[in-house]
C-alpha cells in the first residue's frame, strides 16, 4: 500500500505536481498497452483467408483453387496444390501468375512429362482454357471471374474491421502529446524543439494514414508501431540531445519516401525483380564509397561524412541486401543454385571485416541464414550452405584478427560477463545500465529526467544502450513493450507467410524481420549483458539518421506481404478479374 | 509457397529468443535491481561519493556511521577501531558488506517507482552488535591477531564480532610504510567471516558430537592413557600420561590418546557425517555476507590421519562463526538461530526491514547435545574455573592448534548454558600459545560485557 502511495509522492511529499506527475506516468504506459494490444490484436488475429487467383478443373470436375502467384504442383503434402496421383512426382510443376494477369508454367524436373494442349514443354505460357497434364494427369486452368473476384474481395475481412486503426491511432496521437507535455515541463530550454517536433510527427502519420485510406488501404497497424517506436526514440532525442530532433525527423522523412518507394514497387513483380539488379549494384557502390571515403568512428570505420551530413552506409545495404536475395519460386525450383547470392553475401561480409563493424556483420549473417533457408529447396542444403558460410565468416574473421589486432571489439567481448569487476573501464556502459534500469523501476523517472541523457552522444547511451535510456526515463514497462511490438511485427509475418502472394514477398519480409529482430536483441542484450555489447541500432528508437531510414525501407518488405483484404499500398487490390485471356 | 512459409520460423525463433531474452531479464530485474540501484557511484543513490543512507546504529542505539555527517564514522575512535569490519573503510579495501546489501532498504528503493519517491536522508539501519562489546573484545585482545564472536543461540542476534587486528577508518595505516613489524598483516580480512583456522581441541566436541550417537554406552566407558599412542607408526601423544579416566575427564584433560581411539571406533564416515551436520565446508550467507568454507575431508586418511583429524589437526579448518553455531546447536539441544547482523532497517520513518529467527538444521542429537552440555560444564568448572561468571553456566572447551613450529593458534568455544542469556561464543587468538590461559580471559570478559548489555536492555 505504502508503495503504491509513493508512486504519488514528490521529493517535497504530495502536492498537485507530484499526482500530476504520477498521472502521466502512468498513463503513458497504459496507452502504451493499449496501443502495442489493439495493434496485436489486428495483426495476429486476423483470419487467413486464401486470396483466389484461378481454378484448376481435374477431369472429375473436381475444382482445384490457386491461392497464390506461385503454386507448387506435386504429390507430396506440402504442394500448394495437391495431386495424389501415384504418376504425378512429389514436385512436379510450378504454376506462376504474371504481373499482367497470365500463367506460366514451369517443369521442375519431375519424372513424368508436363504438357500443355497435348506438347510437351519446359516453361511456357498457360491461356485460359488450357489443358494442363502432368504425366497424365489432365486438368483445365479456369479463369475467377469479375463477378466471383468481386465477391471474393467482398467476402473476405477488410484489414483493421472490428479493431479500427484510426483509433489506435487517435490514441498514438494522445500518447505522443502527453510525452511532449512531459518533456516540455522537464526540459524547458527545448520546449518549442520539442513541440514542433512532436506536431511534424503527428503531421506526418495522420498524413500517411488519410493518404492509405483514399488509397482504400486501411491497414495502418504496422505504421502504427513504426510510429509509436518513433515517438519514444524522439523522447530520448528529446531529452538526451535536443538538437538532433531535426535530423532525425529529416531521417524519418527519407526513411518514409524509401518506404512508399519500395512498397510501390513491390506490388508488381516485374518492377521488382528489375529494381533487384539496381539494388545489388547499389548495395556494392555503397560499400565501395564506404571503403573509400569511411571515416573512423569509435573503433569502426562505417561511416561517411559528405557536407554536413554523416551516414552509416551499411544500414541502406540492408534494404539492398534484401532485394538482391529476395526470388520467386519458379526461380528457387529450377535454378537451384544460391551461388551468386553466396558470393554477394560474402562481399558484403568481406567488406565489414575491412571496415571493423561487428554488429553490422552479424545482422547480414542473420539476414542472409534467413533468405538461404527460404530459397534452398530442401533442408539438408540449406544446412550445408549455413554451415559453410558459418565457418567461412569465422575464418576470414579470425584471419583478419591475426593480421591486425581489432581492439575495438576485443576490448568489448573482453568486458563481457565480467562487468561488474571492471565497472569503471569494460563494463562502463553496462554497469550505468543495469543501475539506471533499476532506478527507474517499473514507470521510470519522468521524461527527460533520467542520468543516461548525460551519456547520451559519446557515451551511446541514446544509441547503443537506449533501452535501458527509456527504461530509466519510461518505465521498464515500457522498454519491455517496445520490444513486444517488434517481436509482434515478426509473429505477423510468420502468421502472413500462409497466404502470401509469392515467395519473393515472404522471402523479403521474412528478411527484413529478422534482421530488426536481431537488431533488437543485439542491441538489448547487449545492454544488459546477455551479449557483448555490440553497438547495434533499436529499430525506430535509436538515435541514428541512416538507421532510421533503412528501418523505414525495410518496413515496406513486411508491408508487401500483408495480404488483408485492402490492408496494404504494397499489395495490389485483389478484385480485379482474371478474365483477361 | 507452403513449404517456403513453413521456414518462416526461423523468424519465429529469433522473435521467441528475443520474447525469451527479455522475459529472463524482467525476473532478473525483480530479483536483482536493488543490488543495482545501490552500485558504488550510482548517482541516483550517492552524494559526494557516500551513500544517501543515513544512520548505522549498534543494538544500543550508538551511531556507528552516518551519511550526513562529515567523518562519517562514529565519534570515538575505539567504536570506529571495534567496529572497523563492520562497516567497511574509506578505501574499499574493507568493503561494507552490510551497507551495501541494506543500501536499497535504506533510501527507500523500491522495484515499482524505482528511485522516483526515494528518501535521500534519515535511513536507519539497526545491528544486532554493541559498539561496547566490540571494545571489550578490542580490548582484550590487546593487538593480536584473531577474533571473537558472540551471538544469542535462541535468536540469531550477533553481539560481537570483531576481528583484529584493527585500525581507525579515520587514519588508515598505510601498509607499505606501516607494517614493518607485521602487525597489520592480513589487517583487511574479516576474520570472523572469511578466515579459517585449524580448531585444535575445540574439534573433539564434534568428534563426541558424533561418537556419542555412534558408540551407545560411550558416556560410561572408561579411557586408559599412557601419554601417547603408536598408529601407523605415527606418535599420537598427550601432555602426561592421564591414566585411567572416564569419559568427562577425558575431555577436560582433552586427551588425544582417548579421542584418537574413539575416533577409531566409529570410522572416517561418522566422523564426516557429523562435520557435513555441522555445515562445516559449507558457507552460510547472512545479510550479505558470505562466510569462508571450512576443511574436513578424510577421503585420503589413513587411521593415523582419522586419529588427528578427530582431534582438530590434520587438514582440518574451520570458519569461526559457523563453529560458533555448532556451539549454539549444543546449548539449544541440538539446533540453533541462524546467525544475523541487521535486526531492522528503517527509512522515511517507515520500518522497510525487520530480521526474524531462523533456525538451523538439527546438527546433533538431544541426547547427544545433552551429554555435551554436562561434559563441557564440567570441563569449565575443573579446568578454568576463574573464567566462570556468576549466575551464567559456561560450557566451554579449548584448544591449541598447532599450525606451524611455534605459533599455535589458541581457542576457546563454548555456551552460556542460562535462559536468560543464551549466549554462544567463540574466541581465537593467532599465534596465542595455549587456549586455555589465552583466550578464556577474554571470553569471559566479553561474555560479562554482553550480559551488561542484556541487562541494561
Not at chain 1, 37 to 51: C, D, Q
Not at chain 1, 158 to 177: E, H
Not at chain 1, 515 to 526: D, M, S
Not at chain 2, 422 to 433: D, R, S, T, Y
Request: aromatic share 10%; hydrophobic share 45%.
Amino acid at each position: 500500500m505504502s508503495i503504491l502511495l509513493d508512486f504519488f509522492r514528490g521529493p517535497e511529499g504530495f502536492t498537485l505536481l507530484s499526482v500530476y506527475h504520477a498521472v502521466l506516468r502512468l498513463s503513458l504506459p497504459v496507452l502504451a498497452l493499449f496501443i502495442v494490444v489493439r495493434s496485436a490484436k489486428s495483426l495476429l488475429g486476423f483470419r487467413r483467408e486464401p486470396e483466389v487467383w484461378a481454378w484448376l478443373r481435374l477431369a472429375t470436375g473436381e475444382l482445384l483453387p490457386v491461392t497464390h502467384w506461385e503454386n507448387l504442383l506435386g504429390r507430396k503434402k506440402s504442394a500448394d496444390i495437391v495431386l495424389d496421383f501415384a504418376t504425378v512426382s512429389k514436385n512436379h510443376a510450378v504454376l506462376t501468375r504474371l504481373d499482367d494477369g497470365g500463367w506460366t508454367l514451369t517443369d521442375i524436373g519431375a519424372k513424368g512429362k508436363v504438357e500443355i494442349n497435348g506438347s510437351k514443354i519446359l516453361s511456357a505460357r498457360v491461356r485460359y482454357g488450357d489443358t494442363i497434364s502432368l504425366a497424365g494427369l489432365e486438368m483445365v486452368l479456369e479463369p475467377v471471374s469479375k463477378e466471383e473476384a468481386r465477391l471474393q474481395a467482398n467476402s473476405r475481412t477488410k484489414a483493421g474491421k472490428g479493431n479500427s486503426p484510426g483509433l489506435t491511432l487517435v490514441l498514438l496521437t494522445v500518447f505522443q502529446m502527453l510525452a511532449a507535455l512531459e518533456l516540455v515541463f522537464n526540459r524547458p530550454e527545448a520546449r518549442m524543439t520539442v513541440i514542433t517536433a512532436y506536431g511534424i510527427l503527428i503531421g506526418v502519420q495522420w498524413t500517411l494514414f488519410v493518404g492509405q485510406k483514399l488509397l482504400k488501404r486501411s491497414g495502418f497497424e504496422i505504421e502504427t508501431i513504426a510510429f509509436f517506436l518513433m515517438s519514444i526514440g524522439l523522447g530520448v532525442c528529446a531529452s538526451g540531445s535536443p538538437g538532433e530532433m531535426y535530423k532525425q525527423l529529416i531521417a524519418m522523412g527519407i526513411g518514409i519516401a524509401i518506404f512508399l518507394f519500395l512498397g510501390f514497387c513491390l506490388r508488381d513483380l516485374e518492377t521488382a525483380k528489375k529494381l533487384r539488379y539496381a539494388a545489388a549494384a547499389a548495395g556494392i557502390l555503397l560499400f565501395l564509397a564506404n571503403l573509400v571515403l569511411g571515416r573512423n568512428v569509435n573503433g569502426a570505420r562505417n561511416w561517411i561524412f559528405i557536407g554536413g551530413f554523416s551516414f552509416q552506409p551499411s544500414e541502406l545495404v540492408k534494404i539492398c541486401f534484401i532485394l538482391a536475395g529476395a526470388s520467386t519460386m519458379e526461380r528457387i525450383v529450377t535454378r537451384r543454385n544460391l551461388w551468386g547470392f553466396v558470393i554477394y553475401t560474402a562481399f558484403i561480409g568481406g567488406c565489414l571485416v575491412i571496415l571493423n563493424d561487428f554488429g553490422a556483420a552479424a545482422i547480414f549473417f542473420v539476414g542472409f541464414l534467413a533468405i538461404a533457408l527460404l530459397r534452398s529447396s530442401s533442408y539438408p542444403s540449406a544446412v550445408l550452405i549455413i554451415v559453410g558460410v558459418g565457418m567461412l565468416i569465422v575464418l576470414v574473421w579470425a584471419a583478419a584478427l591475426a593480421v591486425k589486432h581489432i581492439t575495438h571489439v576485443a576490448e568489448r567481448f573482453a568486458g563481457y560477463g565480467h562487468i561488474w569487476e571492471d565497472s569503471f573501464n569494460k563494463g562502463f556502459q553496462q554497469t550505468r545500465s543495469l543501475m539506471c534500469i533499476a532506478a527507474g523501476g517499473i514507470f521510470g523517472l519522468g521524461l527527460g529526467d533520467g542520468w543516461l541523457r548525460y551519456m547520451a552522444g559519446e557515451g551511446a547511451s541514446d544509441t547503443d544502450l537506449v533501452f535501458a535510456f527509456v527504461s530509466e526515463e519510461w518505465g521498464l514497462v515500457m522498454a519491455v513493450l517496445m520490444i513486444f511490438a517488434l517481436a509482434m511485427l515478426g509473429l505477423f509475418v510468420v502468421r502472413s507467410a500462409k497466404v502470401a502472394r509469392s515467395s519473393f514477398y515472404t522471402i523479403g519480409a521474412s528478411a527484413a524481420m529478422s534482421i530488426l529482430i536481431v537488431q533488437t536483441i543485439l542491441n538489448v542484450f547487449g545492454t544488459v549483458d546477455f551479449l557483448p555489447l555490440t553497438g547495434v541500432t533499436f529499430p525506430f528508437v535509436s538515435n541514428g539518421g541512416s538507421s532510421m531510414m533503412s528501418c523505414w525501407g525495410l518496413l515496406a518488405f513486411i508491408k508487401a506481404c500483408d495480404t488483408r483484404q485492402n490492408a496494404s499500398f504494397a499489395v495490389k487490390l485483389s478484385d480485379q478479374g482474371g478474365d483477361k485471356k | 509457397m507452403k513449404s517456403i512459409a513453413k521456414r518462416t520460423f526461423f523468424c519465429l525463433i529469433l522473435a521467441c529468443f528475443l520474447l525469451f531474452g527479455v522475459l529472463t531479464f524482467v525476473i532478473r530485474y525483480f530479483l536483482y535491481a536493488d543490488r543495482w540501484v545501490s552500485f558504488t557511484g550510482s548517482p541516483h543513490v550517492y552524494t559526494n561519493g557516500r551513500l544517501d543512507t543515513g544512520e548505522i546504529l549498534d543494538r544500543s542505539g550508538t551511531v556507528l556511521y552516518s551519511s550526513e555527517t562529515k567523518q562519517a564514522y562514529a565519534e570515538s575512535q575505539t567504536v570506529r577501531r571495534a567496529t572497523l569490519h563492520l562497516l567497511g573503510d574509506r578505501a574499499g579495501n574493507i568493503p561494507a558488506r552490510v551497507l551495501r546489501a541494506y543500501a536499497s532498504k535504506l533510501f527507500g528503493y523500491d522495484k515499482l517507482n524505482g528511485t522516483a519517491a526515494m528518501e535521500r536522508s534519515g535511513g536507519k539501519l539497526r545491528l544486532t552488535v554493541s559498539a561496547q562489546v566490540q571494545a571489550v573484545a578490542m580490548q582484550a585482545m590487546n593487538g593480536r591477531k584473531g577474533t571473537v564472536g558472540v551471538y544469542n543461540y535462541k535468536t540469531g542476534e550477533i553481539l560481537c564480532a570483531f576481528s583484529g587486528p584493527t585500525f581507525d577508518p579515520l587514519d588508515p595505516p598505510d601498509l607499505e610504510t606501516d607494517n614493518a613489524d607485521g602487525r597489520y598483516d592480513g589487517v583487511y580480512i574479516y576474520r570472523f567471516f572469511h578466515a579459517a583456522y585449524t580448531p585444535g581441541s575445540i574439534f573433539k566436541l564434534t568428534t563426541l558430537a558424533a561418537a556419542l550417537d555412534q558408540l551407545p554406552g560411550l558416556r560410561e566407558e572408561r579411557f586408559t592413557c599412557t601419554g601417547e599412542r603408536i598408529i601407523n607408526g605415527q606418535r599420537i601423544s598427550c601432555t602426561k600420561a592421564h591414566g585411567e579416566q572416564s569419559l568427562r575427564d577425558a575431555l577436560a584433560n582433552s586427551c588425544n590418546c582417548a579421542f584418537s581411539e574413539i575416533a577409531l571406533r566409529m570410522g572416517k564416515d561418522a566422523l564426516s557425517a557429523q562435520a557435513e551436520a555441522e555445515r562445516l565446508t559449507e558457507s552460510i550467507e547472512l545479510d550479505g555476507i558470505t562466510t569462508s568454507r571450512g576443511k574436513f575431508d578424510l577421503s585420503d586418511a589413513a587411521d593415523n590421519d582419522l586419529a588427528s583429524a578427530a582431534v582438530g589437526q590434520y587438514t582440518d579448518l574451520v570458519n569461526p562463526c559457523q563453529y560458533m553455531v555448532f556451539m549454539g546447536a549444543i546449548g539449544g539441544g541440538g539446533r540453533a538461530a541462524e546467525p544475523y547482523l541487521v535486526s531492522g532497517a528503517e527509512s522515511g520513518g517507515k520500518q522497510s526491514y525487520a530480521a526474524g529467527t531462523k533456525e538451523t538444521p538439527r546438527m546433533l542429537s538431544d541426547e547427544a547435545a545433552a551429554t555435551l552440555k554436562e561434559l563441557m560444564r564440567h570441563n569449565v568448572q575443573k579446568m578454568y574455573a576463574s573464567v566462570d561468571i556468576p549466575g551464567a553456566e559456561v560450557c566451554a572447551k579449548s584448544g591449541t592448534a598447532e599450525v606451524g613450529s611455534d605459533a599455535n593458534t589458541a581457542t576457546f568455544a563454548g555456551f552460556l548454558d542460562s535462559e536468560k542469556y543464551p549466549l554462544a561464543f567463540i574466541v581465537i587468538v593467532e599465534e596465542g600459545g595455549a587456549g586455555s590461559s589465552t583466550c578464556a580471559p577474554i571470553a569471559r570478559d566479553v561474555l560479562q560485557a554482553c550480559i551488561n548489555v542484556l541487562d541494561g536492555e
